[in-house]
């Protein structure tokens, strides 16, 4: 069936520095990618999407690029603020579907 | 944005017991929300797909008599853990795509169930 591996954390930089945090899949067909951000005490947001190869989602100095060739959707911001500080996951849906699969889950600490 | 809503959001209850979460979309519609499970410092694990007006869809592995879904209405859907034991402790989620935006979904805040 369809899978998501992160890299595990947990992850600890320091502000500014730069962040990549990467996402593997394993699904047939042409799935959708996603990114979903989780801060302390909420529900998981959005924080970006692909839904087809070659596609760069961005949003809040984030991006990831669906890469189909590598079976990749890696996390990356030039230049993290304390504020990103939360666990990010990792997700598909596959196509045509609506429900997601995620990966593990990566916490993200980042220190003034 | 749309806002995905969950009742209660913390419970503790006595082994045996039954306990009901509720998940609402406040202000979108939709035919179709999810719950998750999710265990401390893992991932979220897909339980069960909520259908508006049919029987829910459940994910290999987990008990439909266990863990009972209604779809009620457009905008709620409830889990019922039923006799509950301190194993089906956990944190759990539940999320909707709106109708009009299906690659899209919408998270509840999570409910923590503690059974004692």
């Known amino acids: 069936g369809d899978s998501v591996t992160q890299m595990e954390g947990p992850v600890t930089l320091s502000e500014e520095a730069f962040l990549t945090i990467n996402c593997t899949y394993t699904?047939?067909?042409?799935?959708?990618l996603f990114w979903y951000v989780q801060y302390p005490g909420e529900g998981l947001q959005l924080l970006l999407k692909?839904?087809?190869?070659?596609d760069k989602g961005s949003n809040k100095g984030f991006e990831a690029t669906y890469r189909k060739e590598t079976t990749s959707f890696h996390l990356e911001k030039g230049s993290v603020q304390v504020s990103d500080s939360a666990v990010y996951f990792c997700?598909?849906?596959?196509?045509?579907?609506?429900?997601?699969?995620f990966g593990q889950g990566t916490r993200l600490t980042i220190n003034p | 944005g749309a806002v995905v809503s969950q009742h209660p959001s913390w419970v503790i209850c006595k082994s045996g017991t039954s306990v009901k979460i509720e998940c609402r979309s406040l202000?979108?519609?939709?035919?179709?929300m999810f719950w998750y499970r999710q265990f401390p410092k893992q991932s979220l694990m897909l339980m069960a797909t909520?259908?508006?007006?049919?029987?829910?869809?459940?994910e290999q592995g987990v008990e439909k008599d266990k863990f009972l879904i209604n779809h009620a209405s457009l905008t709620l859907s409830t889990l019922t853990v039923t006799s509950a034991h301190p194993e089906d402790s956990s944190f759990y989620i539940c999320?909707?795509?709106?109708?009009?935006?299906?690659?899209?979904?919408?998270f509840g805040p999570g409910t923590r169930l503690t059974v004692l």
């Open positions: 202000d979108f519609q939709a035919t179709t």
């Open positions: 699904a047939t067909g042409y799935p959708s």
């Open positions: 909520s259908n508006e007006g049919s029987k829910a869809t459940y």
């Open positions: 997700a598909l849906s596959g196509q045509g579907a609506q429900k997601l699969v």
């Open positions: 999320s909707a795509p709106p109708q009009s935006v299906t690659d899209t979904q919408y």
């Open positions: 692909a839904t087809k190869a070659d």
